[in-house]
């Protein structure tokens, strides 16, 4: 069956930590891998990684693929108070007439003063 | 400015209730989907659709219905609503039927309570 696995489930760090979050993942025909945010509503794009080893940066965060290992880590450096939310991870399969994509559980981190 | 618009943002119902969940996006997307959202399973599709008139089942389509019979709007139906169907629901979209081309945007979710 496929399936995406977040680790850990939950993170609490203080201001400037680094904190990764991980992402793996089973899927039968992957396309690619990506990372959203989730604060008190709707889940914000991140990134989108479709090739193995190129790292996709956005200030802080970043984020790089294994596709031999089959996951994914999402680094956040000099971590901010809004840095707290739920990070999903989701995997976008080849499906049969269309791609579908399979969520993970997410990781919700709560970063304090 | 764009985005998806779902409406009503919370909705308290009772067992059998039919009820309906709008969802509008002003992107000119072909791609919209139905999601929702339960601690410790994540995100699950209930129904997609790749155009107008085109829908097909997700993962959990039971006691779903929807349509698209304009390219903005994609209303998600319960007919018979029951408590099993509370959830967060969210609805989404994309420029084009494969989403791995460009990435989904998200209403900001639908809170749903059947008692």
């Known amino acids: 069956e496929d399936k995406v696995v977040q680790s850990p489930l939950s993170l609490v760090v203080h201001e400037g930590d680094t904190v990764t979050l991980n992402c793996s993942y089973e899927?039968?025909?992957?396309?690619?891998l990506l990372w959203y945010k989730q604060e008190k509503k709707a889940p914000t794009f991140l990134f989108m990684l479709t090739s193995s080893g190129i790292e996709k940066k956005s200030g802080r965060l970043s984020s790089i693929l294994d596709k031999k290992e089959l996951f994914s880590i999402l680094n956040i450096t000099a971590t901010q108070t809004g840095d707290s939310a739920i990070y999903l991870c989701a995997v976008e399969e080849d499906a049969y007439n269309t791609d579908k994509l399979i969520f993970g559980t997410g990781t919700r981190l709560q970063v304090f003063p | 400015e764009a985005q998806v618009t779902q409406n009503p943002r919370y909705l308290i119902t009772v067992t059998g209730k039919k009820l309906t969940v709008t969802c509008s996006q002003n992107m000119n997307h072909e791609y919209m989907s139905w999601y929702r959202q339960d601690p410790g399973l994540g995100l699950r599709q209930i129904y997609y659709?790749?155009?107008?008139?085109?829908?097909d089942k997700g993962d959990v389509p039971e006691g779903y219905k929807v349509s698209r019979k304009e390219k903005r709007n994609f209303p998600l139906i319960l007919e018979s609503p029951s408590p099993n169907q509370t959830s967060l629901y969210f609805c989404?979209?994309?420029?084009?039927?494969?989403?791995?081309?460009?990435?989904?945007?998200f209403g900001n979710g639908t809170r749903l309570t059947v008692t």
């Open positions: 659709s790749m155009n107008v008139e085109v829908t």
């Open positions: 899927v039968t025909n992957f396309r690619s």
């Open positions: 989404a979209s994309s420029s084009t039927y494969m989403p791995y081309n460009s990435p989904l945007h």
